[in-house]
């Protein structure tokens, strides 16, 4: 009997055995190609230059609205490209909307899609547009973006060594907090207070690692002090390293309690009974650096006002993934299915607003 593929992201069991086996013409200037874990691809153009370039849903959330939704759909695909060290420089968005959505409402959306791609230096150079039958979820169709820099100086995850440095900025479960309290302020508000409600649902439009990426770029020479970095998003920290890990073939150890978790966060993650440490996390950003750089890196994000912290290092190829609870070490497990999802729609179904 046939299985089904589980909600949220494909696992990489899935990803190895339906995807990978099948990506179509091999080409010699494919410098990056399909990789668990590895959310950007790079492309040989000559004269020492690439193309790098990545894929993600975008965000149609009516509980959110129109604004905060074309923020999430354009930031989400900015923050993969920031990983490689370079801004994004092209976007083609794909449109599947759904039919019940009218012209007022689609020409806000598109304008701050437009809005937020122009703030970003981003130039739309396509896509696709219809609406759908029966489209009725969160995601809105699809986006790419594109840039291109000094194939040399390119970062993708998979550039981890063994030791590395593992740095997180801002804090877990960064945007799955923001998200929750933008979602149901009134609920929120009635249960921990509407100073912190706000509080959380403000962090909503700090959910960019594009500056961190690039301040980190300019201090430490790429490929060389700078080895990698990975935006945090569904699975939260933990489940980010974890995607790394996967795509380096080696291990970690972190501490629990470094593990970054501001006041608002803790007590949104806490309400809705989220495990912040896999909780979707869009703003955070895990940055693997040679050790001897890590604090000097930690310093110059602090005088940016970017809070960040050394969370442990990652260790040897073929090694497990360990967390130190309290005086405890234990092997990370993680079912792959981030904890945000089901509280957002719990939220839902017992009608908060």
Known sequence: MSKVLPLGKITSSGFKKMVFPLTGAKRETVIKGPKFGVDTA?????????????????????????????????????????????????????????????????????????EFSERLGIAITGGHTCKIEGQQSTISGGGTMFLTAPKDEILTSDGVQEGDAIIVTKSA????????????????????????QKLAADQFYKTSVVEEAIITRELLIPNDELHAMHDVTEGGVVGGLMEVAEACGIGFDIKDELIPLGTTQKAITELFGIDHRFSLGTGAMLIMVKQEKAESLVQHLAKHKI??????NFSKAGEACSIK????????????????????????????S
């Not at 479960?173 to 912190?196: C, H, M, R, T, Y």
Request: negative net charge; glycine residues 8%.
């Open 42 to 114: 790079v492309i040989d153009i000559g004269n020492g230059m690439a193309l790098a370039t990545s894929s993600d849903p975008l965000s149609l959330i009516p509980s959110m609205g129109l604004k905060k939704s074309a923020w999430l759909s354009v930031q989400l695909l900015a923050n993969d490209m920031a990983t490689t060290g370079f801004k994004p420089q092209y976007a083609q968005y794909v449109l599947n909307l759904p039919a019940s959505m009218s012209n007022a409402d689609f020409e806000e959306y598109w304008k701050y899609i437009h």
């Open 173 to 196: 479960a960064f945007s799955s907090s923001a998200i929750l309290a933008a979602s149901f302020p009134n609920k929120v508000g009635d249960l921990i207070g509407a100073e912190i």
């Open 307 to 312: 809070d960040a912290k050394q969370i442990g």
């Open 325 to 352: 609870k309290g005086q405890t070490w234990s092997n990370i497990t993680f079912n792959g299915i981030d904890p945000y999802w089901e509280a957002y729609f719990k939220a839902l179904e017992n009608g908060w």
